[in-house]
């Protein structure tokens, strides 16, 4: 694989959801990421997959190799056409949810990766972009 390899995977189904969970974790391993990285990564992709499936249906995944002068990164970015996100700030606090559930899943993410940029504009759609460094 060619550092400037880029994945694509699209997210309608759990099981799409799945096999782009594995394209992640396989492109992280061959990127030579240790474990700790590479389940963070796998994390941030499940929980922002979810939240396309439970949001807005359908949307995509792309995993692509960034470098820096810190070295070598690996970046997710996930986006959709779905209703978008009224409240960003809000979003973004633990355990405010419009779905019912924990509200952890893009707070945690923002925890957890090293960069992360969200831009999402009601009726049009939701773009999130982490980075993670090895
Ligand atoms: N792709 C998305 N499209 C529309 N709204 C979203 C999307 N992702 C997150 N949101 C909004 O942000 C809130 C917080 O998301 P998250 O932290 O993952 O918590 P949860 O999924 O448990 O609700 C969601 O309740 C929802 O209102
Ligand atoms: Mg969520």
Redesign the pocket.
Known sequence: MSTTSEMRARIRSDIDLARALMLVRRYAEEKGFPEIPVAQLCTAAS??G???L???GQ?TLKVKTVHEARGTGIELE?K?Q?????DIE???RDH??????????????KRMMDTFHIE?KPGR??R?VVRKWR
Do not use: F, H
């Open positions: 929980e922002l979810r939240n396309i439970k949001y807005a949307g996930v959709d779905g209703p978008g996100i009224e809000a979003a973004l405010v949810s419009t779905g019912g559930t924990l509200g952890l899943g893009l707070p945690g993410v999402s759609g939701t999130v």
